[in-house]
């Protein structure tokens, strides 16, 4: 069984402050592991994926994060937040490569204050 | 390519009334995803199809639910004597089935029942 845990429902930074959004894993087998961001009553736009290539991944809008496997961990950054990052982020894993169902962690609400 | 449609975006009904809601994957894609999320939460797997054969339902599919992808393209969500807690968003997405790719999702349909 898989589960995802995202740390904080709420998150508040500054504009052009760092971005931390904290993901942790839990999975029987090697995951893949994605982030999505939702706007309020939309759907959800893929930011990034880690599909067992590279352990930093990179993503769109200044979006990167690190697999640790170590740590189990799958944490978001972006260096400097822009108003237009406030939305929902959720992460999510998947025993395969992104062709089975995902499971989502909570969400994490980002808050960027000017 | 217009992505994932969903239809209709909004839907409020009566309690004990019977609702149907319609997603248009992207062409060519063929496994079809339905998750719902309601508030606060992150999306939860319902079902997904296969071309026109549903290859999983989640304990969360009653027996009042039931989807149907007839002809491997279009699919549809029943939801028989709708009760207040079905008031969710019902997301559907699509993938292309093969190795190290994502899964796109529709922008949701918005159940209300009162």
């Known amino acids: 069984a898989q589960s995802v845990t995202q740390l904080g429902s709420h998150v508040s930074v500054s504009e052009g402050a760092l971005v931390l959004l904290r993901c942790n894993y839990s999975?029987?087998?090697?995951?893949?592991l994605f982030w999505y961001v939702q706007y309020p009553n939309q759907g959800l736009q893929l930011l990034l994926k880690y599909t067992s290539a590279a352990t930093l991944v990179k993503g769109i809008n200044g979006f990167e994060a690190e697999f640790k496997k170590s740590e189990t961990s799958f944490h978001l950054t972006k260096p400097s937040a822009h108003m237009s990052d406030a939305a929902e982020y959720f992460c999510a894993v998947s025993p395969s490569s992104g062709n089975t169902p995902l499971v989502f962690g909570k969400g994490t609400r980002l808050s960027v204050i000017a | 390519d217009t992505g994932v449609s969903q239809d209709p975006r909004h839907k409020i009904t009566k309690r004990g009334q019977n609702v149907t809601f319609r997603c248009d994957p992207i062409s060519e894609h063929n496994r079809l995803y339905w998750y719902r999320q309601t508030l606060g939460q992150g999306p939860e797997f319902l079902t997904y199809f296969q071309n026109e054969a549903q290859l999983e339902k989640s304990r969360l599919l009653s027996d009042r639910f039931s989807a149907e992808r007839p002809k491997g393209s279009f699919s549809t969500l029943e939801i028989q004597r709708t009760e207040q807690g079905d008031s969710a968003m019902y997301l559907c997405a699509s993938s292309s089935g093969t190795d190290n790719t994502e899964a796109f999702f529709g922008q949701g349909t918005r159940l209300t029942v009162v």
């Open positions: 999975s029987s087998v090697p995951p893949y």
